[in-house]
């Protein structure tokens, strides 16, 4: 981890480089306008509001992350950690440009997160059945973090409305670090 400038972020703050030359840092309040933007663009299928994005950058900062290169967001996590259990972090979105897709920016923004994190020992995320790239990253993060991974239907296709997937309640921990 190094210091850096905060690449038109609203506060500097301790960052990792990848090896793909992308800064991964906490999100600020000028970051949320270019994340609903790459959520947009991403083709993923639940974009929030740009309101919600902008809130998230301010309310979540802690518990969520945002990657640079050459001066624009090529991803972003946002997450929280769980009211009823403190110490397990759940991941609502990780979003990465698609041309930085496969060269480990979701993995590292898991990694800072966790890592700005030391009192977090489960992590847990939704992930449809028919989302590889999600699944692979989450079992990946396990595997680096020596963890078991648990799988539970979360939200049936019933509950999510016409034409959505089941979402799966992916649980990662304890932690090992």
Known sequence: MTDTATPAGDRADTAAVTPAGVTVRRPGVSDGAACWRLACASGIRSVNSRYAYLLWARD?????????????????????RRPDEPSTLFVWQVVVAEAVRGRGVGAAMLDVLVDRLPDVDHVEASVAPDDPVSQALFTGFATRYGAAVSRSLLFGSDLLGPGRPPEVLVRIGPLRR
């Open 60 to 80: 979540f900062d802690d518990t969520s992350a945002v990657a640079w290169r050459r001066n624009a967001v090529v991803g972003f996590t946002t997450g929280f």
